[in-house]
């Protein structure tokens, strides 16, 4: 009768069990079909007026659009991006915030320092990747090469300062990778910022910064400072008569642009991702939306959750790689 009793125990036990997962699973069903049903965060973890903070309010705006929702965009900026990466890492994963990130707190930054709060392979689930852009290697007119390759022989026989908006940002791991591969003597020299960094290349106290292509497009069209290549296996469409450095000899594989994407915290509904992916891509054809991602020489992608999983694990690897040969951390 005892060993009965047990069995009929453990019977309505896997019974309860499998209607409590039936219940979870057309609630969670309920809740994807119904999404959004009140409005939604877009984190950015850089300060307001940023080009991932530009490219976040315009593709909200649309995605508002198209879902009838408001879509409000949520600065959380510092430490190299992650204390907004980690905001939405630790968020419920009801599809109601996401995150609006680069490639740094994705792909970079686990592989420079030892204490993070998050995990972005795991914490962090992928939803589309947004565009691209390259860094630029801009120099003062001044500077006695026209060209990478004349930059590379020049920083051979010499020491050459370039700027950057800080230490361990993807700008700095350019210059130290040019380093590696080219046995050049680029030295780093941070700013808090691209701004400051770019201005002291303007008035000359750098002869070389590396930047993004926003804060230096209309200083290049004007002739304070002059391009020498971009940083992504392609060349720019905004610059398409500036080479990449992946054209020079040498650095054929080199290819470190700048990417934006859309994530949302690990465990969101899969519906709700291929929804917003969709929504997304279909922004990102938008002429408007377009319009604006030209003005920061970005180049819109739009794939699926699993593409850009795929994309995120590479560019890890390829980080991960760069970093330990280059010797660049901040542990």
Known sequence: MRRL?????????LRNLAIAACLLFVAGTASAEDWPARPVRLVVPYPAGGGTDIIARVLGQKLGETFGQTFIVENKSGA???????????SSPDGYTFLVATSAEIALDQHLFTEMAYDPLTDLTP????????????????L???????????????????????????HHLVGEYINKLGSTHLVHVPY?????????????????TIAGMPPVLQLLKSGQLKALAVTSKHRSPAFPGVPALAETRGFEDFDLPLWFGLLARSGTAQPILESL??????????????????????????????EFGDFIRSESAKYAKIVKLTGVNAK
């Open 5 to 13: 009793a047990c069995h009929l125990s453990g019977v309505m036990m």
């Open 80 to 90: 190299s991006g992650m204390i907004g990466a980690q905001a939405v890492a630790k």
């Open 127 to 142: 939803v589309t990747l947004l565009a691209w852009t390259p860094l630029v290697l801009a120099a003062h007119p001044s």
């Open 144 to 170: 006695q090469a026209a060209t990478a390759s004349e930059l590379i022989e020049l920083a051979r026989l010499q020491p050459l300062n370039f700027s950057t908006a800080g230490f361990g940002s993807a």
């Open 192 to 208: 808090r910022g691209a701004a400051p960094a770019v201005s002291d290349a303007v008035s000359g106290h750098v002869k070389l």
């Open 277 to 306: 992916a969709k929504a997304a891509a279909a922004a990102l054809q938008d002429p408007k939306v377009r319009e604006v991602l030209q003005t920061q020489a970005a180049v819109p992608v739009g794939n699926t959750p699993a």
